[in-house]
């Protein structure tokens, strides 16, 4: 069938999805090389992506007044009702994260007082469901679902701004809650106001809209990188606020310490060691406790959507090939998908998507100890685990160990330093295996219209960085298209697209 699964819809809406112009889709200049830099001088690589972060931490410093408004907010929402957070992809695993450390960390009164939900409902944690975040219908089908009422606050996260999904659950909020809802992402207003979708709600009375400016990711187009770190620090401390002291300065000061305290010989010891495992045709499987559980299962199962890496192995499904890494929470064999989420899975049982976002989907990624029992028989089977400690945590692999220490913080910040260390770790292991090139996600994998725009524009970048004839944007994508129906999900349909384009011409 091929990677493009509903072509005629994008071809149909193309225009609707060209999202080159926005900042969060292009390449940032300070980390032009970073794939080759990976292979050959890993410590500045990591000290490449380093610096990004610590650039978009500083950034989210000019937000404080913002950040005082949503957490008043939230606090006016909590005496009457409840607190949604929507999301989709990365940004709905942080809203799935916020809900479960709420409820781990709330007190007994606010416990069931927020509720996080992602497109595709919890089954797509592991694995997105490929078009749904294009679909607003399911969007407002899924709100009415959870039980939103007109007494409730809405707060939808988007990375880039764009995401029907997530505008369709504001949208839907600005019409049936007496609560003005918050909107949430990472480009400017001025670059969204050619996305009329964005721009309707932006410019809209009844919306409190946020644009959180940053820099362009390290990893171009992987939002999963900075901008969900500043997402998840500015509606996860106004969350936490509401029981905690929390002073939102002094709590960036501190994870930018934590930031710049990773020792960068550590990470490379770590990098070399995973990747090396990979390529002598290993496997991993990281353990943790359920508290890390999100955490740590959101890094390593956005590996294969950004990278086209296999993704984790169903074993419901006999047919799935084995995934390079996997996840195993100690100390559990059942309810460990209730366990790591601090509530008992909310699936979607929808006669024409249960089979991709149904319970039993979501409980035949079976993550729980048995989980490390069953791989160990792979060839070449790695363990990597990690622990919590009172001020930072421990990685242990093979024969070797390193911690991350940092200062008294909230625990929402603290699981964000957990989430840098492990995102410039894989993203930069899989630049050792050539799974990108210089900093653009040339293994993007089409699974949305936005994705499909993507994996068009980087062949055009590809293009114009080695001195090619430009080719018109509509040729391109169905020249991509066409490339796509003999391809596999782990292949790079940026990169054969551009091989073929340039042979042709030869």
Known sequence: MGLIKDWSFFWDNREKFRLGHLTTEKPNPKTIGLAEKSQIDLELAIEMIRSVDIDVIEKLKEYSKEFELLKSDISKALITNKVFISGCGATGRLALLLESLWKRYAPANLKDKVIGFMAGGDAALVKSVEGFEDHPEYA????????????????????????????????????????????????????????????????????????????????????????????????????????????????LDALLDGVKSINAS?????????????????????????????????????????????????????????????????????????????????????DFSIADTGIERLEGFNI??????????????????????????????????????????????????????????????????????????????????????????????LLEQTGHPKVEYDDLVQKLYEISKNLTKTDSIVMETYNQIITKEA
């Open 266 to 350: 550590d990470v490379k010891d770590f990098t070399t060691f995973e990747s090396e495992c990979y390529r002598n045709g290993g496997f991993t499987t990281y353990i943790t406790d359920d508290e890390l559980g999100l955490t740590i299962l959101t890094d390593t199962t956005e590996r294969a959507p950004t990278f086209s890496v296999t993704p984790f192995e169903n074993i419901n499904n006999k047919e799935d090939k084995t995934s390079y890494c996997y996840l195993s929470i100690k100390d559990s064999n059942t309810n460990t998908w209730s366990k790591i989420l601090n509530h008992k899975p909310r699936t979607l049982e929808w």
């Open 140 to 251: 407002t089908r899924h709100v009415k679902e959870l039980g939103f009422s007109e007494n409730d606050l809405m707060v939808g996260v988007t990375e880039g701004g764009e995401t029907p999904f997530v505008l369709s659950t504001v949208e839907y909020a600005k019409a049936n809650s007496k609560v003005e809802p918050w909107l949430i992402y990472c480009n400017s207003d001025e670059s969204l106001k050619s996305v009329k979708r964005s721009d309707d709600l932006i410019t809209s009375d009844d919306v409190k809209s946020l644009s959180l400016t940053i820099e362009s990711m390290a990893l171009a187009g992987s939002t999963r990188m900075q901008a969900t770190t500043v997402q998840t620090l500015f509606v996860g401390l106004a969350l936490f606020a509401q029981f905690e002291k929390i002073d939102f300065l002094k709590e």
């Open 368 to 461: 729980s100890a048995q989980a490390v029992k069953r791989r160990s028989s792979l060839n070449n089977h790695k363990v990597v685990e990690v622990i919590k400690n009172e001020n930072g945590y421990t990685v242990i692999y093979d024969d070797k160990s390193f911690s991350i220490r940092h200062k008294k913080m909230s625990e929402v910040t603290s699981q964000v330093l957990l989430k840098i260390l492990l995102n410039t770790h894989s993203t930069l292991l899989m630049g050792r295996l050539g799974r990108y090139t210089s900093n653009i996600m040339t293994y993007v994998s089409p699974a949305n219209n936005k994705l499909i725009d993507r994996s068009t524009r980087y062949v055009e970048y």
